[in-house]
């Protein structure tokens, strides 16, 4: 079955950050919960994504019923229950925007359940401890060694990551490794990155929590922190702009001010590093 978009990450921006007012009850939340997954999971086909905008309608839905029916008519949703909550503004444009796109209610049969929704998303937020490093080095090459361009790229990337654990004998990740979860979300990189140099570990909500909506609206309504995340995305796609990294950028409201982002320099251990890649490079595809 072929779906409409459900999300269009320019417009879900300017929802974010208050620049444009929600079309309905709790889509802010619902965008906010499939944004926030798309960070982890940015393919086309923005499958997870969309079980993101399910599994959040379905709980606002379960709310409203509650709201408008009584517990037994919740346990028991006849098709005139059903019809008794489409006459429910809120109900009604919820699953107009959410559900019905998707596939309707017959969808939710092919979607995960929170719990295994929740894992997949650990599963890949483990996965992916080494991208923050990459756009890290990337910075810090830009900031610091703005002459030496033969430096300022993936291959040198992957290898000051992985050769300090190669002269160590520790457990380290593979550079093939690396390549692969860096194509797989390079173009959120720069989110995971400073989700987590701010040490953000409450950004990705827990769908099977006990107090997940509540979680939701929260976020949702501070907006000024989402505001700060996307003020230093800004500056950093900006910094990152001339390298050749073939990576897609949000389109950001004009006048997005840019929150810069000071990294050290590197020190005489790191540069031993990077004068080791002449040598050493080869050793990645091993």
Not at 93 to 99: L, W
Not at 126 to 138: F, T
Not at 160 to 170: E, Q, T
Not at 200 to 206: C, K, P, V
Request: charged fraction near 25%; glycine fraction near 2%.
């Amino acid at each position: 079955m072929r779906h409409k978009p459900i999300l269009n990450l320019s417009d879900t921006v300017r929802l974010l950050i208050g620049e444009r007012d929600p079309k309905f009850r709790y889509e802010r939340e619902i965008r906010l919960f499939q944004f926030q997954t798309w960070l982890l999971f940015p393919g086309p086909e923005m499958r997870i994504p969309r079980a993101a905008g399910l599994i959040a309608a379905v709980d606002f839905l379960r709310d409203i019923e509650t709201d408008v029916l009584n517990r037994a008519a919740c346990e028991n949703l006849t098709f005139r229950n059903l019809h008794e909550l489409f006459k429910n503004d809120d109900y009604r444009s919820i699953y107009n925007n959410i559900i019905a796109p998707s596939g309707g209610f017959t969808e939710l049969l092919h979607t995960e359940t929170p719990q295994i929704f929740d894992n997949a998303l650990q599963g890949r937020i483990e996965r992916l401890k080494y991208i923050p490093q990459i756009i890290e080095y990337l910075l810090r090459c830009v900031q610091h060694k703005p002459n030496e361009a033969a430096i300022c790229n993936i291959s040198h990337a992957y290898f000051f990551i992985w050769w300090p654990s190669v002269n160590k004998n520790a457990d380290s990740t593979t550079t093939r490794t690396l390549a692969t979860w860096w194509t797989t979300v390079k173009n959120t990189a720069i989110f995971l990155y400073l989700i987590s140099k701010n040490d953000l570990d409450w950004f990705f909500i827990r769908a099977s929590a006990d107090n997940f909506l509540d979680q939701l609206i929260e976020r949702a309504a501070d907006i000024e922190s989402m505001k700060k995340l996307l003020e230093s995305y800004a500056y950093v796609a900006d910094q990152l702009s001339g390298l050749d990294l073939d990576i897609e950028i949000i389109s950001l409201p004009e006048n997005m001010p840019r929150a810069e982002i000071v990294l050290p320099r590197f020190s005489s251990d790191d540069e031993d590093v990077l004068a080791d890649y002449k040598t050493h490079y080869m050793e990645m595809k091993n």
